[in-house]
């Protein structure tokens, strides 16, 4: 039971680690990243051994730089039209398509 609540909270934490980076190569190293300490938790448990949670380490950082590198980021709205306010800040009223 241990064992499966450390996976859970280990797995939400990747989950919400992965989608950080607007460059390729942000989402590379943060996917390796996350890939490696996910994989080392994992092979860990798995085999009960050291050897097992570096192979773990390794498949797993190997694994979330490929899919870290080849996703897409999120698309950055520019503003198209300024306004200022009454204090003189500037809000944008208009966006590129």
Do not use: Q
């Not at 990747?14 to 989608?19: F, H, K, N, P, R």
């Not at 989402?27 to 890939?35: E, F, K, M, Q, S």
């Not at 490929?66 to 897409?72: D, K, P, T």
């Amino acid at each position: 039971m241990k064992k499966v609540f450390l996976l859970g909270v280990v797995f939400a934490g990747a989950l919400t680690l992965g989608g950080c980076g607007h460059t390729r190569d942000e989402r590379t190293v943060n996917g390796a990243a996350v890939g490696a300490a996910s994989g080392a938790v994992i092979g860990g448990l798995a085999s009960h051994s050291a050897g097992g949670a570096v192979a773990g380490a390794l498949l797993g950082g190997a694994a979330g730089g490929i899919i870290g590198a080849n996703s897409n980021p999120p698309p950055r709205r520019r503003c198209a039209e300024w306004e200022e306010d009454y204090y003189g800040r500037r809000h944008c009223i208009g966006w590129y398509d």
